[in-house]
């Protein structure tokens, strides 16, 4: 029974994720979802485009969506050669990882064309403190978990850092009982790319 509830749970709040960032979606290609987690969002954008996904995390999780194939990786390196993906995603995943600008670095080195990057969206520093304490609830399944949210500005400064160029930019919200959430979502490109 829990197990149910949580897979419609996670259907529902994917195709909202997906139905607010569907203009960012590639139509075709390879994408990485980078920090996939239980895999949801990403089989939704599967089933909505043309794209081959990998999905990629540190470990399985419980509850992961049956129809994807996890690829396990260290956390640091993304086991792929330079260039390796057309697209990529992280899709509220950076704020988790140990090094967010590292793991941006490395989605930067993996993809050619399009990076999209969704986080929550964080609307003053003590705003951070709520975020933590609805991943904490949100995000049982971890055994450790970090909390590296940053504002707005503060994301869009790393992109820059890492020679991204911001192609399309858009806040949506999306609802996990009992919370509504707020999120932004950016469609990256290399500076240098047009």
């Known amino acids: 029974m829990l197990k149910e509830c949580f897979y419609k749970l996670a259907t529902q709040r994917a195709a909202t994720v997906v139905d607010n960032i569907a203009d960012m979606l590639p139509g075709d290609g390879t994408l990485l979802d980078y920090g996939c987690g239980v895999g949801y969002l990403g089989y939704e954008v599967e089933k909505r485009t043309s794209c081959r996904l990998t999905y990629l995390d540190v470990r399985p999780y419980p509850f992961m969506h049956p129809g994807i194939k996890l690829q396990c990786y260290d956390g640091k390196r ?37 990076i999209i990057i969704c986080e929550d969206y964080i609307a003053s520093p003590a705003h951070k403190y709520l975020e933590v304490v609805k991943d904490l609830v949100s995000n049982c399944f971890f055994t450790t978990i970090t909390m590296q949210y940053r504002l707005v500005h503060e994301w ?39």
């Open 78 to 114: 993304i086991p792929c050669d330079d260039r390796a993906y057309d697209h990529s995603m992280a899709a509220f995943t950076l704020h988790h990882t140990k090094d967010a600008w590292e793991g941006l670095r490395e989605m930067v080195r993996v993809t050619r064309k399009s």
């Open 156 to 194: 869009e400064d790393m992109f820059s850092e890492l020679g991204l160029s911001i192609k399309c930019k858009k806040q949506f919200k999306s609802y996990l009982i009992p919370y509504k959430l707020g999120h932004v979502a950016w469609l990256l490109k290399r500076s240098t790319d047009r």
